[in-house]
């Protein structure tokens, strides 16, 4: 009896371990499909980025203006194909603030574009949370060193 149950218990270790073994190939296999699937997707996306960029680029000249951008958010239809984008036509009008020019070029547009698209991103987020720490730090000390230049005014002033 006890050779029996030393057997069975064998039995159910190696079938437990054929079936993990089996269940981390599979495992593996649909990360290296997921990779795949997620880099097929950015490139997708990149590619329609560009549609929109060439369609909105009514001078062809490799640059969007801002004037040919309202000119394409005055069509619904091209501003529901920036919806389908997860792009907001205020979000897509901050990339040429923040490129500081009236015009943008397509790799500008799209990276901006991948950057704005959707919701925050935490990265994001942390970044701008330590840039307006520093910047807080800055401005205390600049707030500091004018406190301390009105007190020898007022000394100067006084003397």
Not at 79 to 94: G, V
Request: charge should be negative; avoid cysteine.
């Amino acid at each position: 009896m006890r050779n029996i149950a030393i057997v069975t218990f064998a039995m159910f270790r190696i079938i437990t371990a054929l079936f993990l073994k089996d269940t981390l190939r599979v495992a593996a296999m649909d990360i290296d499909s997921t990779i795949a699937e997620k880099i097929n997707d950015q490139q997708h996306y990149t590619q329609n980025l560009a549609d929109f960029f060439f369609a909105a680029d009514s001078s062809g000249d490799g640059y969007l203006s801002i004037e040919e951008l309202d000119a394409v958010l005055d069509d619904e239809r091209l501003r529901a194909y920036l919806s389908t984008l997860d792009l907001d036509a205020s979000k897509i009008k901050d990339l040429f603030v923040l490129n500081g020019s009236d015009s943008i070029s397509i790799d500008d547009f799209v990276h901006g574009a991948m950057r704005i698209r959707g919701t925050a991103k935490s990265m994001d987020m942390a970044a701008l949370l330590k840039d307006s720490a520093d910047s807080k730090v800055r401005l205390q000390a600049i707030d500091s060193m004018l406190r301390s230049i009105d007190s020898r005014l007022v000394t100067l002033r006084w003397a």
